[in-house]
């Protein structure tokens, strides 16, 4: 098993999260892991990536060539675009479709939105509302990571119980509202 992916999206979206929640995932299985992380200018609204690296056999380094990365997991729309060259042939790019509308010159959404449909295989995801949903706006990347999980290479029980020793820490209504925005985002999945 091996699975090279790249979590995106802009400060305070919860990219790190997402990647300690895998992270802790994967070492359960027993499976080696390594991660890379840039933060942008370590603020709100700087771009954020994280490289994650998860195999069964050993891993020689953290960060995923270009060309190799199995999936791009984006909680911002143009920052999905920003690692295309790093997606493999076969690779996968899941992303949000709400911007991060930060800067300027943004790009039209429906401009973005047809370009991310047109760069390959795809799946966009309405986690605003989907989060709401769940309880929450503030649980906007668990629901991101219930869509991409299937692409994941771990069963969804794994990542559940991840979810719940990642949250714990925080109570059971937490860790119960994180577990449904997970199973929301997994069933709720569009094209």
């Known amino acids: 098993m091996q699975r090279n992916i790249i979590i995106a999206g802009v400060g305070g979206q919860g990219i790190l999260t997402i990647a300690s ?16 992380e840039v933060h942008g200018m370590s603020q709100r609204g700087g771009a954020v990536e994280s490289h994650l690296r998860i ?4 891993i020689w380094s953290d960060l995923i060539p270009l ?13 999905s675009l920003r690692y295309l ?13 709400e911007p991060y509308d930060n800067i300027s010159d943004y790009p039209d959404r429906s401009e973005l939105l047809h370009t991310i449909r ?10 605003g509302t989907i989060a709401r949903e769940a309880g929450s706006a503030k649980v906007y990347n668990v629901v ?7 692409y ?3 069963a969804q029980e794994e ?7 990642f949250f714990s820490h925080k109570g059971d209504e937490i860790v119960s509202m994180n577990l449904k925005a997970f199973r929301l985002g997994r069933d709720n999945r569009t094209k």
């Open 21 to 36: 929640i895998i992270d802790l995932a994967a070492m359960n299985l027993g499976l080696n892991v390594k991660q890379a």
């Open 55 to 58: 195999s069964s056999e050993e």
């Open 67 to 79: 060309g190799k990365a199995d999936l791009i997991l984006s909680i911002e729309p143009m920052e």
């Open 85 to 97: 060259p790093f997606l493999a042939p076969e690779g996968i790019i899941v992303t949000a479709t």
């Open 118 to 127: 047109h760069s390959g295989s795809h799946l966009l995801v309405d986690a």
């Open 144 to 150: 991101m990571l219930g869509a991409a999980s299937p």
């Open 152 to 154: 994941l290479g771990m």
């Open 159 to 165: 990542i559940e119980k991840a979810i719940e020793a």
